[in-house]
């Protein structure tokens, strides 16, 4: 028989034996209990939502009175277009904080992104919300939003007869974790 063969066996018994005696070593070992605990989870809702109901309206400026947008009705570069309506935030945890804001919508049509604008802004009790924050202190709240979408025309000649359809959007509510 070859050295190395015998090597092999050799290693290989003693792996064996190793083994085996590793099962006849005693741990010693602890327990100790710990009192349960009950714990319920808050919640973050926007609640009686009236926004589907409230118009687009032409924000025409001071000069004149604000036109009520229709389906058909024809933009032009400088149109702003604002939404404006409310909502109830419930808002419940401890250390709870979120940011609020409007979704990117889907967009549908040939008018570019670079032409719209879409921003929006948020107040309680006539009070701007700061940077879309809401916490636990906002419970029950109402939040009057405004979205604005503003048309840049940006391409000059190249928006003319362009369209874009724009579904899909409405506002979130995202939490923040504070320790």
Known sequence: ?????????????????????????????????????????????IVEDDCDDAPWVFDSGEDEADKVYEAGDLIVPGDVLTKECSFEVQATGEHLRATLDVTDPVRGGSLAPADLTID?????????????????????????????????????????????????????????HTP
């Open 1 to 45: 028989m070859k050295k190395s063969t015998k090597g092999a066996l050799a290693a290989g018994s003693a792996a064996v034996l190793l083994m085996g005696g590793a099962g006849t070593l005693a741990f010693w070992t602890a327990d100790a209990g710990v009192d349960g605990i009950a714990v319920t989870a808050g919640e973050l809702k």
């Open 120 to 176: 929006s802004s948020f107040e309680i009790g006539g009070t701007p919300v700061a940077d879309g924050e809401i916490d636990e202190s906002n419970d029950g709240d109402v939040v009057e939003a405004s979205i604005t979408i503003s048309f840049l025309g940006t391409a000059l000649n190249g928006t003319q007869t362009q369209d874009v359809t724009l579904s899909d959007f409405g506002f979130s509510l995202t939490q923040v």
